[in-house]
């Protein structure tokens, strides 16, 4: 996705969020915010550790962990980097890239270091001055792929001592500053206070800088509206279904001014056929769609979307609007999402509420130890079946230890969805 990005700051205290360098404020749920970025139209997130020594290090890192385990945007991530093992081991947490403090001695060669090691594109770097610029520009040329110009009065001095592309840090919005810096070719972004709020309107903001010339990374439609098939009513029908689980949420239609509105607003805007007007889901119960991916049908005549749904779909407080069963046929379940969720839930019920005779409770009684022990069995059973021809043996094998290896993660708090969002971000 091409054009000039915004970005939002983190700013970490003993594995919190605070408002600021100066100001260590508790800052609100670095969850809640990562989720909003997400959503909102954010381009990227700037973590900034503020530790002042390894302990707290070590608490902050594994904040970062989390919120890249969350993030669906870049992360870029500095603060105690005194080693190349400190830039591995944020890249290892999942960062994209990793930010170097000018105003170190070391900051040069950490560059040289971290660029030949994990990639230029890895490194970027934060400047006070441009001191570092003169003093190791061919270093910083080689191995740094981004800037972030912490001073606005270093900007115009820029242009003359590097051509690496830079983001701008402004606190306070103002529209035509923001314009005449990022009409500049070099400045590919603007990060800031100001895009921290957690009530922004982000698309509308990059709808104000479109306005004034400033190409932004918006949400745009392979196909023209002209090009869909559309009901004798003029709409078109929408599938909506959420994301991440795949379950469908709702069915609702759209005109052509509530798809534009949607495009714009990145939230799902629908046309009600009872009130004849548009309709922003969301607009007076909150419960907002957060828009996705739209993908329309080989008639082109219907539209599915994939969205991040604040709270309940349905307007009953049901989570889809769904949930009333005609008939349903016995079948076997053979989605392994379902399949490995539904085994997770009745283990968790067996903990909760044990009962008399079952070997899950049995487990759950000898402790963490015999878990392990019985996790360790059948881990070796699986390498033995596996140098056996019949390939039967290593399905019953693999099985067995997924059962026991979710009784761990019951026992240990980790869930299905923990695991696949630690894998996706491998």
């Known amino acids: 996705m091409n054009g000039k990005s915004l970005a939002a700051t983190l700013y970490l205290k003993n594995g919190e969020a605070v408002k600021g360098f100066h100001c260590l404020e508790k800052d609100g749920n670095f969850i809640q915010k990562i ?8 381009d990227k997130l700037l973590i900034f550790d503020l530790s002042e020594d390894n302990s ?47 105003r170190k001695k070391s900051a040069a060669e950490l560059a040289k270091e971290g660029g030949q090691r994990f990639g230029k594109d890895k490194i970027a770097i934060t400047l006070q001055n441009v001191d570092i610029l003169f003093k190791h520009r061919e270093t910083i040329t080689k191995n740094v792929s981004e800037m972030y110009i912490m001073e ?60 004034e010339g400033i190409a932004t990374r918006r949400l745009t439609s392979a196909l023209e509206w002209k090009s869909f098939r559309l009901n004798e009513d003029g709409l078109i029908p929408v599938i909506v279904q959420d994301y991440q689980s795949l379950d469908v949420l709702m069915l609702a239609y759209m005109n ?3 798809f534009e509105h949607t495009m714009r607003s990145g939230k799902m805007t629908y046309y009600s056929r009872s009130r004849k007007q548009l309709w922003v889901k969301g607009e007076t119960s909150g419960h907002f769609q957060y828009m996705k991916s739209l993908t329309i049908d080989c ?12 709270g309940a779909a349905c307007h009953t407080g049901e989570p889809s609007c769904f949930f009333q069963t005609l008939v349903k046929k016995e079948y076997l379940e053979k989605n392994p999402q379902k399949v490995f969720e539904s085994l997770y839930e009745v283990i968790a019920a067996r903990k909760q509420y044990p009962k008399e005779g079952s070997y899950t409770n049995y487990l759950f009684d000898k402790g963490i130890d015999k878990i392990l022990k019985k996790l360790g069995e059948e881990a070796t059973e699986i390498v033995i079946a596996a140098k056996n021809p019949i390939t039967e043996e290593i399905k019953y094998e693999i099985s067995d230890f997924l059962y026991h290896m979710t009784v761990l993660m019951v026992e240990k708090g980790v869930t299905w969805e923990d695991i696949t969002m630690e894998l996706s971000q491998r």
């Not at 989720?35 to 954010?42: L, Q, T």
């Not at 870029?76 to 930010?99: M, P, S, T, W």
């Not at 051509?163 to 306070?172: A, F, G, L, R």
């Not at 008639?299 to 969205?307: R, Y």
Request: hydrophobic share 35%.
């Open 256 to 258: 052509q001014e509530a």
């Open 56 to 102: 707290e290090h070590d608490v902050n890192l594994y904040t970062i962990k989390e919120i890249c385990r969350i993030a669906e945007i870049p992360v870029c991530a500095g603060g105690h980097i005194d080693r190349v093992e400190d830039i591995k081991k944020l890249l290892y947490a999942g960062c994209g890239q990793v930010l170097l403090n000018s």
């Open 299 to 310: 008639d082109s005549d219907t539209i599915l979307a994939k969205v991040s749904q604040l």
């Open 35 to 42: 989720h909003r970025y997400n959503d909102s139209g954010i």
């Open 152 to 211: 606005e009065e270093i900007v115009d001095t820029m242009d003359s001592v590097s051509d690496i592309p830079y983001t701008v840090v402004q606190h306070e919005y103002n529209l035509k500053r923001w314009t005449t810096l990022l009409k500049n070719k070099y400045i590919q972004g603007i990060c800031g206070n100001h895009l921290n709020s957690m009530t922004l309107d982000v698309m509308a903001l990059k709808a104000s800088l479109n306005a």
